[in-house]
């Protein structure tokens, strides 16, 4: 393996000013979720250019590469990066700035497709000296669910080549550029969309013995659906339930007929995920039929939670010191937020690790999903370095 570091450093060492390039294409021109048809027309187009054989059309914008080694026998590996951007204004001055109004690459995709992109660069030049297959995949839709890692695979993904394992990166701003962070075991939440709908009788706010009052009811249940997390759930899950948008639609001297909540509940269990959905629905119904009302409540399905594999990620985390110092590969915490990477953890072992795009200097990163997220493209040499070493280590 030795070598091989020394020959993935020089290549991405050499290749690194067509990566920024790469990502700086992709920044300027983000596509939203499911809408990804000029993204993925790039990304095959470098694919052809790279002499990498490819499979488009995967769930309409999905691409699948596949680079087999010129060795015989060994493991098939997938190696996966998302593609959408997010509905935000770009507030960065940049001369890449988006040119797609209201859509921003706020979470990085920019970079983890520019980072694979510059992977499967190095990999296909060094395949004369692997055995196994890599599979690449581009993948749409993750930020929005069910995710597009379901649907590509529900699409037949892996109908010719299944994987053993996959490995997966996201950009992390809370650490600098040239370091990555690791954790084995539970490390992202499930998350599902909670919409509640209250409803009871309208009327004057200042004769509120006429009505059945829906804020009333709707506040009471925001209120109780807590005890959840602080009574229900044992102690030891991490869990979340929070309401982000209470719409009434009214003024302040009308009760109105409806109120509408929107929240989303995460949590690192699936199976207390779904005995927490019938406490949702039980709490709320019992809340606004104690109260002369009544509700309907709809609870999306998005990303289970999110599990790596011990093995593989204690093994990825060895080869990655080996590229990188000790002092750059870093333990993580866990996070309450939510990767639809987890659909492809539920099926193989999976190795998702965080890659260190914030800024030495005083320049601000700004936070994922933010109009002033910026990557630190110093990230970028790191990235294809270690997705492209992870890759070779995985392969033995």
């Known amino acids: 393996m030795i070598e091989l570091k020394e020959k993935v450093v020089e290549l991405a060492n050499s290749i690194e000013d067509e990566v920024i390039n790469i990502r700086r294409y992709l920044h300027a021109h983000p596509e939203l979720s499911f809408e990804e048809v000029e993204t993925s027309k790039f990304i095959a187009l470098k694919l052809k250019e790279y002499g990498i054989e490819y499979r488009s059309g995967i769930a309409k914008y ?14 098939i590996i997938a190696l996966r990066a998302d593609m959408d951007g997010l509905p935000v204004v770009e507030e960065n001055n940049l001369s890449f700035k988006s040119m797609n109004k209201g859509v921003m690459h706020a979470c990085g995709h920019d970079i983890h497709s520019a980072s694979l992109l510059g992977t499967a660069k190095i990999l296909n030049t060094l395949k004369s000296q692997f055995a196994g297959t890599i599979l690449l995949i581009f993948q749409l839709g993750e930020e929005r669910i069910p995710g597009g890692a379901k649907l590509m695979m529900d699409d037949g993904l892996f109908s010719e080549y299944t994987p053993e394992l996959i490995i997966g990166q996201h950009v992390y701003p809370e650490l600098p550029a040239g370091e990555i962070g690791m954790r084995p075991g539970s490390y992202m939440a499930s998350s599902d969309e909670i919409f509640i709908t209250v409803k009871g009788k309208g009327g004057h706010a200042a004769l509120p013995h006429n009505t059945v009052d829906t804020v009333l009811m709707a506040a009471q249940i925001v209120v109780s659906l807590q005890q959840i997390v602080s009574r229900i759930i044992p102690t030891q899950i991490p ?16 009760i109105p007929e409806t109120v509408e909540l929107q929240g989303t509940f995460r949590i690192m269990d699936e199976e207390w995920r779904y005995n927490v959905h019938e406490k949702i629905k039980a709490i709320a119904n019992s809340i606004a039929y104690g109260m002369g009302g009544s509700c309907e409540i709809d609870i999306k399905i998005g990303f289970p939670s999110l599990t790596n594999n011990p093995e593989l990620t204690l093994s990825s985390k060895e080869a990655a010191k080996q590229l990188l110092e000790d002092t750059k590969v870093h333990d993580l915490d866990i996070r309450m937020t939510a990767e639809d990477f987890a659909w492809y953890a539920q099926k193989f072992p999976a190795c998702f690790y965080r890659l260190g795009v914030g800024h030495a200097d005083d320049t601000i990163s700004g936070g994922l999903h933010s109009p002033s997220f910026l990557a630190n493209e110093d990230s970028l040499k790191t990235g294809i370095q270690v997705m492209s070493y992870l890759a070779l280590n995985a392969l033995k």
């Open 62 to 75: 999905g691409i699948l590469g596949v680079i087999k080694g010129g060795k015989p026998g060994g493991k």
């Open 239 to 254: 869990s979340v339930l929070s309401f982000g948008n209470i719409v009434c639609n009214s003024v302040m001297n009308v």
